[in-house]
Nanobody, 126 residues
Framework: VQLVESGGGLVQTGGSLRLSCAAS????????MGWFRQAPGSEREFVSR????????YYADSAKGRFTISRDNAKNTVYLQMNSLKPEDTAVYFC????????????????????WGQGTQVTVSS
């Protein structure tokens, strides 16, 4: 099983980035996918989640209106489009896979995700 994130980098405040996460080694279309982030000195936090077919998406309050999660099951890839970036968005961003869609409030908990990528660094300069 592999989850490989890409697309991170250095961007100015107000800029945009599109993160990608390429999955292999499991049936991607059967898994809900999530994005998390971890800033220096902070715990990893939920950013967004998309159900296996892409019908439903969920966002942290900090991401609503600025970030968009999407997926392409034909390419085994999940994306996170990030617009209007702020310095507080600076973090390592991780994608993760969850085999169950029926998590309710627990869908934002990192403990329910079985597979994780290594992360990609996003730095937003002021």
């Amino acid at each position: 099983v592999q989850l490989v994130e890409s697309g991170g980098g250095l961007v100015q405040t107000g800029g945009s980035l599109r993160l990608s996460c390429a999955a292999s080694g499991f049936t991607f279309s059967h898994f809900d996918m999530g994005w998390f982030r971890q800033a220096p000195g902070s715990e990893r936090e939920f950013v967004s989640r998309i159900t296996w077919g892409g019908a439903y998406t969920y966002y942290a309050d900090s991401a609503k209106g600025r970030f968009t999660i999407s997926r392409d099951n034909a390419k085994n890839t999940v994306y996170l489009q990030m617009n209007s970036l702020k310095p507080e968005d600076t973090a390592v961003y991780f994608c993760a896979a969850d085999s169950s869609s029926y998590r309710g409030s627990r869908s934002k908990s990192e403990s329910v995700y079985e597979y994780w990528g290594q992360g990609t660094q996003v730095t937003v300069s002021s």
